[in-house]
């Protein structure tokens, strides 16, 4: 019975079980910091700290919270929910209040729609094609500030690789400058970065169409901060960088070695933060691997939300492609989705540059695709396929690349960390990629046991399981590799 009980000790007891039932990190990033809210004939509400946490709960450890509950308090749990709340609200009231959760959704066509143009999205059930109409003057608006139409949360296609990253922007894009700030997503070329920044600043500007929403390239910044700073215009670069309450700026690691703009984004990233406005940002790879990126701005970023995206799984591919296909109206076989989507393995752009040939070409000679027909124009992308054109050298030279170390350093003897484990990786790809035997890996690496080689593979193996970055570090490379 909950009475023998308060809900103080219901929930410390669930959190004891849940702890065992889920890795560390998961516990530490959701579980930690909830707590009951209130429990009222058999409705427990339990208190989360952000909107973030309260969808990630409901989608990911709801059976679990519900099991572990049930099983301390017996039938006595009907219901499970959860609220936005801070601690010291518990039992009194939910504090910050909450907008209306961001439900993506097609939208019906405007009444007036002048000059329409047409963004078929994904439909929602089977056969029936829904189109978005952006009218022409919401589409200059959106232009104007950096964004394009087709890039919202409705075109995007969530799975396992990218979905923490889409969580966190639909939580940004909720509550711009209090769910996640900054929001910094990582991970390698063409795999929705800028498409889901971009659905922020949509999102949050459907929602409130008076909110400043502006979005640049890291590079755009650089060139104003210069051209402007350079003209005596310092005031103007301040008003505009400092005037929005959502700041995206894309590919922040163009910073890397532009003391001078990095000093100004640290100003600008300064004054936004400190009065509560989103600031997103991307990178091709984690804060920390940005060269000469300065320690200050480091750990700003790392004081917000870092997510990363990888390669979609094949799955989420064909999805993509399928979603592709509907918005250009344009029909493939499922055989034929799922034929393309196992041929480009390297990044999503990829794959719509490949429709779009494909569509081409089809559309010009008049006939249906299929496999035979499709193949010839794969052959840019399918010349590389797993294992060919990799060589062990490749492998060395493009690890070596990616942690910005020198190859001599990486196949020689020292026992640095910053060598160690890069070293490590090399050997690993090496197996995975071109299965290469461990006497020659060991030989590729600088003459180096076999055993050495057979150690490498197990660490590295164990540590992708443990350790997101590696993971995702061993994907990026591969995308390199493969590119
Ligand atoms: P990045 O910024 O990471 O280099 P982009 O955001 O430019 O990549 O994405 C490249 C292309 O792939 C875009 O056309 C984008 O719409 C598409 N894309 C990437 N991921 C997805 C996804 N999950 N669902 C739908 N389209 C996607
Ligand atoms: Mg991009």
Redesign the pocket.
Known sequence: MITTMSPDQLWSAALGELELAVSKANYTTWLKDTFILRVQSGAVVVGVPNTFTKTWLENKYHPSIVKALRRIADEDIQTVSYQVASRKAQSLRVAPPEPEPYVPKPEATPEVAPRPVSTPVRTPSKGETVTITVNAAQKDTLEAVGLNP??TFE?????KK?ELAHAACLAAAERPGFAYNPLFIY?G????????MQAVGQTALKRDPRIKVLYVTCETFTNEFIKMVGAGRADEFKGKYRSVDILMVDDIQFLAGKEGTQEAFFHTFNHLYQHNKQILL?SDRHPRAIPTLEHRLVSRFEGGMIVD?SL?DLETRIA?LT?KCEQKNYQITPELAQFLASNIQNN??EL?GTLNRVIAYHQLNNIQPTIETVKPLLSSFAQTPRGQAVTARKIVETVADFFEVEMPDLVGNSRKKELVVPRQIAMFLMREEIHASYPNIGQELGGRDHTTAMHACQKIGKLREEDEKTESDLSMIRQRLYN
């Open positions: 087709v890039y075109n995007f296609v969530v799975g990218n991970g070329v063409g795999l929705g970065k800028t498409h889901l991307t995206v979609p993509i979603q999503i752009r719509e």
